[in-house]
């Protein structure tokens, strides 16, 4: 009788120990693995050798498979190291590679030696269907297998895509794989001990610049009344958690289907962020508006994108600029505070739009002086990178650099790691950016976020935020953004919090 298979499930380091929050997609891989088999997570932002971690987890006993979870940007690089070590070490362990960056770029990932599969969306079915293959008759089942890419003879195979899993799979997240998980509760602007859950996943909208968008195909699933209130109630009560931070892809959707959702918040009444639309809320009902205020929804992270109406239909967003001032007007009425996301400097009437947002944000601050403002910069995924229901709908114009030339992707894992890469990945800089420009909005920013330090900044004195918001305040008023080398100087000795970079 074959033993049960084994995984090894890596999450590589991306952030500090400090700012570590639960692996959650690696707690749901694990659950669903369970069921056949056994698993052992390593997880980065705690185990810093993840390097040495993983192999010393191999050495130590026999694992059918690796699974590494790889977002792009800064986590490529890790996932890199920790994947030709093993691949160095142990050359017959299979390496699959999960997560956004295999199901964005499926090829690239796969044009590494130290790749052997890449599974593409959600993974909770897939994953253990391709461990079931590998530890028996892989040949025939590898083809058979949704949701999946391989390597045939040197060939890369794309099986066709998983339906997306809708109902309450009843998983229940093995935190006690972390070793002590109240490790993971931090404090934070909402309490002293703030835990990361995952409520609903997916989204029912396309916009083009979006991963969720690309892995989901405009579906979404909203957790089991039951299940979700089970699992705060064991953040809770059993590891002590006093506040929430939402990772859903999108928390708030129709308010028949929310209603449920936030009587359990209302009852628990744990202060929380999570993301949410305008558009959504705007729809909610007074009554449901009561509930939200009962649950003590502190902050709702809303992707404002643009003051161009014409850019948020071209890039199928869904909603108008109008909503986003209604709803920065709407949250102050009601207590909550708005983190409004912008993208600036699109391949189009790149600066006029860019001076366009700076206009629409000082406006924004005048109905809600509490509004938060993350501006990042505008960099859409390639058409190869959307969701296969979305390709070739509506194709936007080609993307061309300073020189006019075809912005031409990455082919390998190892040129996204290149620093310009990186950037594109987190929204930080585009190849059709001037210096100027850039220099534009990184002396914008640093004025507003002086001006306006975030609540989110537990870190820095208040005396030395009064002051800085006291330095900023002539040039925000007056509009004087160029050069703010006295903020900059100031901001070398306090280092205000950036919420884009380092979270809650």
Not at 125 to 148: F, K, V
Request: overall charge positive.
């Amino acid at each position: 009788m074959n033993p049960s298979p084994k995984t090894l499930l890596i999450n590589p380091t991306i952030t500090s120990r400090s700012s570590a929050r639960f692996p959650l997609s690696l707690l749901h891989l694990s659950a669903a693995l369970d069921r056949t088999g056994n698993s052992q997570i390593i997880d980065g932002n705690i185990d810093r050798d993840v390097v040495g971690e993983a192999l010393h987890a191999l050495e130590g006993g026999r694992f059918d498979a690796v699974g590494i979870s790889v977002m792009g940007g800064p986590q490529v690089a890790p996932s890199i190291d920790v994947s030709k070590a093993i691949r160095e070490r142990f050359p017959a362990v299979p390496i699959i590679w999960g997560g956004y960056f295999p199901t964005l770029y499926p090829d690239t990932a796969l044009a590494a030696p130290y790749v052997d599969y890449a599974v593409r969306g959600q993974a909770e079915e897939t994953l253990p269907d391709l461990i079931a293959a590998l530890a028996g008759n892989a040949d025939s089942r590898l083809p058979l297998i949704g949701g999946m890419s391989w390597k045939s003879h040197g060939t890369i195979v794309h099986n066709p895509n998983r339906r997306f899993t809708l109902g309450d799979t009843g998983l229940v997240l093995p935190y006690d794989k972390l070793g002590d998980p109240r490790r993971y509760l931090a404090r934070t602007f909402l309490g002293r001990r703030t835990a990361a859950h995952q409520a609903a996943i997916g989204c029912r909208y396309r916009c083009t610049f979006c991963g969720v968008a690309a892995m989901f195909g405009g579906t979404t699933a909203l957790p089991a009344i039951a299940r979700l209130e089970r699992d705060l109630s064991y953040l809770k009560y059993e590891l002590g958690a006093d506040s929430i931070q939402f990772f859903d892809h999108n928390f708030f959707d129709r308010e028949e289907d929310m209603i449920p959702l936030l009587e359990v918040m209302a009852k628990l009444e744990m202060p929380w962020w999570c993301y949410a639309r305008s558009d959504a809320l705007l729809n909610l009902s007074e009554s449901s508006w009561k509930l939200v205020r009962k649950s003590r929804l502190r902050m709702a992270y809303i992707g404002a994108e643009s003051p161009s109406g014409q850019m948020l239909k071209e890039i199928r967003k869904g909603t108008r600029p109008d909503q986003t001032l209604e709803v920065a007007e709407l949250c102050r009425r009601n207590g909550v505070i708005p983190e409004l996301s912008f993208m600036v400097a699109p391949p189009e009437n790149t600066e006029e739009e860019t001076e366009h947002t700076f206009e629409f944000i000082r406006e924004l601050k005048k109905i809600n002086p509490q509004s938060e403002i993350i501006v990042y910069i505008y960099t859409p995924l390639p058409e190869s990178s959307k969701h296969e229901k979305d390709r070739g709908k509506r194709p936007s114009m080609p993307l061309l650099d300073l020189n006019g030339e075809p912005v031409v992707f990455p082919k390998t894992p190892e040129e996204w790691m290149q620093r310009r890469w990186v950037d594109y990945a987190c929204h930080a800089d585009a190849p059709w950016l001037t210096d100027k420009l850039r220099s534009r909005i990184h002396d914008f920013v640093t004025v507003l976020r002086c001006r306006f330090p975030t609540v989110q900044d537990l870190r820095s004195p208040p005396w030395a935020k009064r002051s800085l918001s006291a330095m900023a305040g002539w040039r925000y008023r007056h509009g004087k953004y160029d050069r703010p080398w006295e903020l900059n100087l100031a901001n070398r000795l306090v280092r205000l919090r950036m919420p884009q970079v380092s979270g809650l």
